[in-house]
């Protein structure tokens, strides 16, 4: 396909993610009734005038998913995950394999995961640039972790990656607006986890524990808040190319475990007003 028109169609699926999601933004942040500020009510960065920041980050040739009717928010997936074996080898890993530095390096564009510590397993972000989506070495200590990603999940992982969310931190609501997104399906595993580690998507608050598996629309406004003083989240995430296989679990995967949590409410909305109160 032809660069040109390779943006044309990147361009229509990025105009499309900003027109289904900007009224779940603003349900979202929950302003009570206060405007938002235009720049605020999307987090999208601009395109690229090149066309490289959209090329860069895609799968020539893979189709675009319709998430909202396979996922539609979370969805937590029919599939029993061994806790135990899998905390087991994440915490037999090195301490220096973990990248502390968080998204403000590997999202310069956004910097909405800069809270986060990361060890990638398969690939890298997509701001990293046009690198083959390929096995990195540590993924070799993981043997439990290559099963689920290449047997029991799916069988065409892509980028996948262990995110570690420290006590208190957040990420900030957004959409994951490359077109990479859009033609895979996000999967989170809970490595370790507590009731006061919450997932939103799409205006809902959703409580992942170890055991589980779940999928998430990234395209919708999504945010994490671990509001544990003490204690750490960290999941496995990995996104897939549809097959048979994740596909059937989607299909028979729990919904409607969504509800609104007034208190999560107030804390996503508080870090509003002081961001949009910092820009002005």
């Not at 990195?136 to 570690?164: F, S």
Request: net charge positive; with cysteine.
């Amino acid at each position: 396909m032809a660069p040109a028109k390779m943006r044309v169609q990147e361009n229509t699926v990025i105009r499309k993610v900003r027109e289904k999601t900007a009224s779940a933004m603003l349900r979202f942040c929950n302003m009570r009734g206060r405007k938002m500020p235009p720049e605020a009510s999307i987090p999208l960065a601009p395109a690229a005038p090149s066309g490289t920041f959209l090329i860069v980050r895609d799968l020539p040739g893979q189709p675009v998913v319709d998430k909202q009717a396979l996922v539609g928010g979370c969805v937590r997936l029919p599939l029993q995950i061994d806790s135990a074996r899998l905390l087991d080898e994440v915490n037999a890993l090195p301490a220096d394999a973990w990248d502390i530095r968080g998204g403000l390096k590997r999202y310069p564009e956004a910097g909405v995961h800069r809270a986060a510590e990361s060890i990638f397993l398969r690939g890298q972000t997509p701001a990293e640039g046009d690198i083959p989506i390929e096995d990195r070495a540590i993924l070799d200590r993981l043997p439990y972790v290559r099963r689920l990603i290449e047997h029991e999940i799916g069988r065409r992982p892509q980028r996948c990656l262990l995110a570690r969310l420290p006590p208190g931190a957040s990420v900030v609501p957004h959409i994951d607006r490359a077109p990479y997104f859009a033609k895979t399906l996000r999967i989170h595993v809970p490595v370790e986890s507590h009731d006061r580690a919450w997932m939103v998507c799409d205006g809902l608050v959703y409580l992942m524990k170890p055991g589980e598996a779940w999928a998430l629309n990234n395209l919708a406004v999504h945010a994490v808040w671990n509001a544990h003083p003490g204690l750490s989240r960290t999941h496995l995430i990995c996104d897939f190319l549809p097959d048979p296989g994740v596909l059937e679990l989607l299909a028979r995967g729990e919904r409607e475990l969504g509800r609104p949590v007034q208190e999560v409410d107030a804390h996503f909305a508080a870090l509003a007003q002081h961001r949009f109160a910092a820009a002005e």
